[in-house]
């Protein structure tokens, strides 16, 4: 699995939890992060579902269907598709463990989506649960 990108700040700029302030220091702790991830198994049929079916929507003529088609593909090709996975660990220098993910995405157009509050929420449960505090409260008297 290549990650594409971390996209951590600009989805924690967008979410207004409690659990923010939590999964904020676990960001600048290293411990956690939501990337960007190459969608290898995508289908482009599957992406458009029924958006540019004329049987689903008759109101639009189909000419102008096959257009927006023919622009979503060349977006696609551009941008690419990926997941997103919201990534935690219980130390700075631990395994990354996957605790939330979505795949299908055009470019970043993940930021944004509404799905952003969900992976706060879950990697701060995550987070809250499975911490090593010794590990860590020892690493910061290493620090001082």
Known sequence: MQISKDITANVLAGVITSDVKRVEAARVLGMFRVVLVEDETYSFEDLCGDMYNPEANPDVDVT?????????????????????????????????????????????????????????????????????????????????
Do not use: C, H
């Open 64 to 144: 102008v269907l096959a257009r927006q088609k023919r622009a979503y593909r060349a977006r696609v090709n551009r941008d690419g598709v990926y997941g997103s996975l919201a990534q935690v660990r219980n130390t700075p220098t631990g395994l990354w463990v996957t605790v939330e993910s979505i795949w299908g995405f055009v470019g970043e157009d993940f930021i944004g989506s509404g799905y952003e509050s969900d992976f706060i929420e879950n990697a701060s449960e995550w987070l809250f649960t499975n911490l090593d505090l010794p590990k860590l409260q020892a690493a910061f008297k290493d620090l001082m």
